[in-house]
């Protein structure tokens, strides 16, 4: 691997390290679990995603679930985060 692309990659790791700890101090935050919470709701997180006679229906309940399933990926990131607050999330 040249350089190059190893500086890309660096960069790379750094703003997915960035985006994750935001997203984790945002929803850290009593207003934050409110809205994560609201998110979680609006995305059918905990809800069947299955549309009856309607893959259309189905994929675009999946786009909207895929949302939240990100968001949890990225508080359940690693990167030193105080457990108790974590726990939270």
Same mark, same amino acid.
């Given at each position: 691997?040249?350089? *190059? ?7 790379r790791?750094?703003? *997915?390290?960035?985006?994750a700890l935001?997203? *984790? ?18 995305c059918n997180?905990?809800? !069947? ?5 309607n !893959? ?24 030193n ?9």
């Open positions: 691997m040249d350089d *190059q692309t190893k500086d890309i990659l660096i960069k790791n750094n703003e *997915q390290k960035e985006i935001t997203v *984790q101090k945002v929803f850290a935050t009593e207003d934050g679990l409110f809205v994560l919470k609201k998110i979680s709701e609006m997180e905990n809800k !069947p995603t299955y549309v009856d006679h !893959p259309n229906g189905t994929a675009y309940k999946e786009g909207q679930r895929s949302i939240i399933l990100g968001l949890r990926s990225l508080l359940n990131k690693t990167f985060i105080d457990k108790q607050e974590k726990s939270k999330l």
